[in-house]
T-cell receptor
Framework: GAVVSQHPSRVICKSGTSVKIECRSL??????MFWYRQFPKKSLMLMAT?????????EQGVEKDKFLINHASLTLSTLTVTSAHPEDSSFYIC??????????????FGPGTRLTVL | GNSVTQMEGPVTLSEEAFLTINCTYT??????LFWYVQYPGEGLQLLLK?????DKGSNKGFEATYRKETTSFHLEKGSVQVSDSAVYFC???????????FGTGTRLQVFP
């Protein structure tokens, strides 16, 4: 149980285009989903926290107009990288927190999406 | 602020060797501490956790003890297997938050 999927697993796009990444919890409901970015040989950096039905909370230094997050249902959150540029190339990872897990902070992670902007 | 520092890899071991991956943290208050493992092509999976000082988390032969006095949470295993080859991430969650703050990850390679 507690499987999280991401789609696509890999995407290559031209500079200036927008890319949407989907994160789904397959067998549970997630009230909260998280989006991370991972640079080579660097740790995962939290970009934003996404709660179903409300606006995402962005970490300091993350441009909310560039990284649009939508959490439309309890099983789906999307990250859209708008007007992508080569510096946006990275590995994007989502995670989901199980609904109803009182007091717990365990997150279940997707396998990640490799974005390359040419 | 909150941060996690873990040893750089890769760590290369022969099968049945003893493993230690060091992790130290900086945090305000009383964080929860975690080790996550990422196998090739898969998402991060929770390996073990500890929520208060002196707690020992353990799973699949791995263990780590929450040491407040040294602000450490070192991962150990007495006898590694080839199947343990993966990237291991130490992480903390500040008190009363959902957030996770990760270290840079340590790649473990185990050879037969």
């Amino acid at each position: 149980g507690a499987v999280v999927s991401q789609h696509p697993s890999r995407v290559i796009c031209k500079s200036g285009t927008s890319v949407k990444i989907e994160c789904r919890s397959l067998d549970f409901q997630a009230t909260t989903m998280f989006w991370y970015r991972q640079f080579p040989k660097k740790s995962l950096m939290l970009m934003a926290t996404s709660n179903e039905g409300s606006k995402a909370t962005y970490e300091q230094g993350v441009e909310k107009d560039k990284f649009l997050i939508n959490h439309a249902s309890l099983t789906l959150s999307t990250l859209t990288v708008t007007s992508a540029h080569p510096e946006d190339s990275s590995f994007y990872i989502c995670s989901a927190r199980v609904k109803g897990l009182a007091g717990g902070v365990e997150q279940f992670f997707g396998p990640g999406t490799r974005l390359t902007v040419l | 602020g909150n941060s996690v520092t873990q040893m750089e890899g890769p760590v290369t071991l022969s099968e049945e060797a003893f493993l230690t991956i060091n992790c130290t943290y900086t945090a305000t208050g009383y964080p929860s501490l975690f080790w996550y493992v990422q196998y090739p092509g898969e998402g991060l999976q929770l390996l073990l956790k500890a929520t208060k000082a002196d707690d020992k988390g353990s799973n699949k032969g791995f263990e780590a003890t929450y040491r407040k006095e040294t602000t450490s949470f070192h991962l150990e295993k007495g006898s590694v297997q080839v199947s343990d080859s993966a990237v291991y991430f130490c992480a903390l969650s500040p008190y009363n938050t959902d957030k996770l703050i990760f270290g840079t990850g340590t790649r473990l390679q185990v050879f037969p």
